[in-house]
């Protein structure tokens, strides 16, 4: 069993449509991180999330914090082709120390 | 300013093999992580170093070892190579002993035959 669940696997989206990727565990995250990969590259942190509640805006990107930080969302409002790429979450765990645990990740696919 | 440097880009081995690869951090950043990921997988954590100390090991076998230099550059050895080890090797930097703000590298491509 995964520490860390996203769904979904994979979305393939037309250019101008919103989505939702999800992020969630049984165990409650101390902090937690959205990452962008393109093939070839290796991920780029977009956010981190600390409180729970919280709700961060990067531009057409949103992130959320589950209130009992045990899940997590990120929508993406009108998708560009821009936007295609492995979305990552990354949660830190009290009882990991300084482990970053990752998700499989949501491959992202926006076609024009 | 450069980021976080690997090298190198792409490696073929053979099994039992030995690999090095190695990772210049970001200036500055005092801590190296090291992630391998598998085709159609996240991130997983192998070893985190601090000042020279190691500060975490993930769930890997003793075949794979490292090690943090003066400079706070860092090498990853893994011995007697599996198929199994044929991944996307990721090093990561941060100014602090932290998991958080993690800057990572492109990465180094291992394909064991």
């Known amino acids: 069993t995964q520490l860390l669940e996203q769904s979904p696997q994979f979305l393939s989206i037309q250019e101008g449509e919103n989505l939702t990727v999800y992020c969630n565990s049984s165990?409650?995250?101390?902090?937690l991180q959205w990452y962008r990969q393109e093939p070839g590259e290796g991920p780029v942190l977009l956010v981190t999330?600390?409180?729970?509640?919280e709700v961060k805006k990067l531009k057409r990107l949103t992130f959320q914090f589950g209130d009992a930080r045990k899940d997590s969302s990120l929508h993406i409002t009108a998708a560009q082709t821009g936007d295609t790429g492995l979305y990552l979450c990354?949660?830190?765990?009290?009882?990991?120390?300084?482990?970053?645990?990752f998700g499989a990740g949501t491959i992202l696919r926006v076609k024009s | 300013d450069a980021g976080v440097t690997q090298s190198p880009t792409h490696l073929i081995k053979t099994r039992g093999q030995h690999v090095t690869l190695r990772c210049s951090p970001i200036?500055?950043?005092?801590?190296v992580s090291w992630y391998q990921q598998v085709l159609g997988q996240g991130p997983q954590f192998i070893f985190q170093?601090?000042?020279?100390?190691?500060?975490g090991r993930g769930n890997f076998p003793d075949r794979f070892s490292a090690r943090q230099f003066p400079n706070y550059s860092s090498e990853l050895n893994v011995n007697a190579l599996l198929l199994g080890d044929s991944a996307l090797y990721l090093c990561?930097?941060?100014?602090?002993?932290?998991?958080?703000?993690?800057?990572f590298g492109s990465g180094t491509q291992l394909s064991v035959l």
């Open positions: 990561a930097s941060s100014f602090e002993d932290s998991r958080e703000k993690l800057f």
């Open positions: 165990s409650v995250f101390s902090s």
């Open positions: 999330v600390v409180t729970g509640g």
């Open positions: 990354a949660g830190g765990f009290m009882e990991y120390g300084n482990k970053l645990v």
């Open positions: 200036s500055g950043h005092k801590s």
């Open positions: 170093y601090y000042e020279k100390e190691e500060r």
